[in-house]
């Protein structure tokens, strides 16, 4: 499995995940839809509620200072914005199929 074939893969698990979550917890899949739209645009997502511990240690490990990360800085350091956008799109067409 190659590079390509990861991200495939969890473009569709993201997908799944966010399309059922509408069903049972619409509240979360709107706030969730809404950071994966900023993010398609190249934004960050908003901070995250909590501060993670191992953030913690890894901003004193390289001797940063400690503020709450971004979703996308902490989730998905690596992701471009066409993640994003390939989740949000595949999330509509199982929609359509349910």
């Not at 706030?31 to 913690?56: F, H, I």
Request: proline share 4%; net charge neutral; hydrophobic share 30%.
């Amino acid at each position: 499995m190659n590079e390509y074939d990861i991200c495939e893969f969890e473009v569709l698990e993201e997908a799944i995940k966010l399309a059922g979550m509408e069903h049972y917890d619409y509240s979360s899949y709107k706030r969730l839809v809404l950071q994966y739209c900023a993010m398609s645009r190249g934004e960050d997502g908003g901070t995250l509620n909590k501060l993670p511990e191992d953030w913690v240690k890894s901003q004193v490990d390289k001797f940063k200072e400690i503020k709450k990360p971004t979703i996308r800085s902490y989730r998905y350091p690596k992701h471009p914005d066409s993640f994003f956008r390939d989740v949000l799109k595949k999330a509509s067409e199982i929609k359509l199929s349910m």
